[in-house]
């Protein structure tokens, strides 16, 4: 049986907990699937987006489209493992971002130019109101080639068939890149020049990793660019590019795909380090180029999330003004344990975004759409909290839920002193002082996916330390105690969150989302996850 229990020195806090109901979301055909037991306890999760079974990993072309929110991902028809030339676009619709409805698999290998798979892209609407989707292909030679498909009839709001041309590929693996390093089409935007532009991910000979633009009039002809639009030297191969233009700092409203005006933001996905990072900077159509307002070398940059999440790509939701991004939180388990299960990997909550106040970080925080799935609340109001001490939230039970905690710190001058070198790798920071070491100011935090003994939980918790005149707040995720299973993956997790939590009266606020096994951590407002 599972509790949420709490863990904190001396704070002072307000808890708001909501149930979340995993009735209230089935959207899958498949309902055996949906019930999967680990040991007689879930470990699907219920409001995560997951289809019915089988291996899913990062999506590709999400869009809104005619009153109907379109995802298509990654995803093997045949088995939980990522599969041998198989890979297709699964595809759900919905109205609310939470409550989706699976269709049949929008795009499968089945010409030369994809005979090998199906592989990441994106997708466009174009001027007309009709969508276009550009996708890697891996030929039948096995090079990775872009392609173009076009919905057989764009009326139909399901957008249920696709056609694929048979001038593909529209763009084939260039001479100075390796036929296996060339993927990952962006969304496309217009320049001043009434041209379409997209990013492809590359790694270039003797060059290194690299973000490619490609131009085009009409989908079909492209020429690439003499520059690329970001260079990765030390990095090697980055997939996923993702840019886009983001509103002042504070302002939440999203922006479409565009040109010049607005900063951009440049993400990226890592291979070297599995990772996915991103930085503010300014995008110049006429030379399509980007420059970073910050360090150059991309792997130095702020991460997207901190946790276990990859590949993750937005879209601008025009239908709320805002920009949402997702994130592919990928197995962690053997695949033993995969096939037992049935299926393999999940999405993150759909992700609000837009640019802090500093004007250099994004803030991220669940759609409002979660909320609906409240059914249950909960109100705690705890004077206080003593060092060490841990209080159980009685009567709450199960392992769904939405918290909101405010943490106040009466005290911040008695923190411990922050050790410069810790600056360099706070997750090991987390892993050397976990949940269980006491500090002069934390750990203060939440005890999740509690057992009756506590034998097993995930503790999710706060430190500040003083560096300076200044104060810094570690946020970790510490994994250790998750499972007395052997052989779990069970590391930390965690980050520094960029703020400044004197000015803000010594106040810092947290949103968990939990869902059976996977665990969401917003802290400082949503500034680290």
Known sequence: MARLSLAA??????????????????????????????????????????????????????????????????????????????LSW??????????????????????????NGCWSGSATILPDGSPVMLYTGIDARGDQVQNVAFPKNASDPLLVE????????VIPVPADIKRDDFRDPSTA???????????VAARVHDVGGATLIYRSKDFLRWERNADPLYLAHAAGMVECPDLFPVSEPGVEVGLPASGAGARHVLKMSVMDTVQDYYVVGRYDDTADTFVPEDDDDCRSWRRLDYGHVYASKSFFDPS??????????????????????????????????????????????????IETLRSKRVNLLIPEVNAGGVNEIIGVM?????VEVVFEVPALEHADVLEPNWLLDPQSLCGEKGASVPGSVGPFGLLVMASGDMQEHTAVFFRVFRQNDKYKVLMCTDLSRSSTRDGVYKPPYGAFVDMDIEAHGGIISFDGQVDHSVVESFGGGGRTC
């Open 9 to 86: 020195c001396a704070v002072v806090f307000h808890l708001c907990l909501l149930i979340s109901s995993s009735a209230s979301l089935r959207w899958l055909s498949d309902k055996s699937a949906a019930v999967t037991t680990a040991g007689g306890v879930r470990t699907r999760s219920a409001y995560h987006f997951q289809p019915a079974k089988n291996w899913q990993n990062n999506f590709a072309g999400p869009m809104y489209h005619n009153g109907l929110y379109h995802f298509f991902y990654q995803y093997n028809p045949d088995g939980v493992t990522w599969g041998n030339g198989n």
């Open 90 to 115: 699964g595809h759900s619709v919905s109205v609310d971002l939470v409550n989706w409805f699976a269709l049949d698999a929008a795009l499968q290998p089945s010409r030369s130019f994809d005979a």
């Open 162 to 169: 696709w056609v694929k041309p048979e001038y593909n590929p």
């Open 189 to 199: 935007w217009l320049g001043a020049d009434g041209l379409w532009r997209i990013a």
């Open 320 to 369: 709320k003004n805002r920009r949402v991004l997702w994130g592919w939180a990928n197995e962690s388990d053997s695949v033993s344990d995969d096939l037992v299960r049935g299926w393999s990997g999940a999405q993150t909550v759909p992700r609000k975004i837009w640019l802090d106040e500093d004007g250099k970080q994004l803030r991220q925080w669940p759609v409002e759409e």
């Open 398 to 402: 199960g392992t769904q839920a939405d």
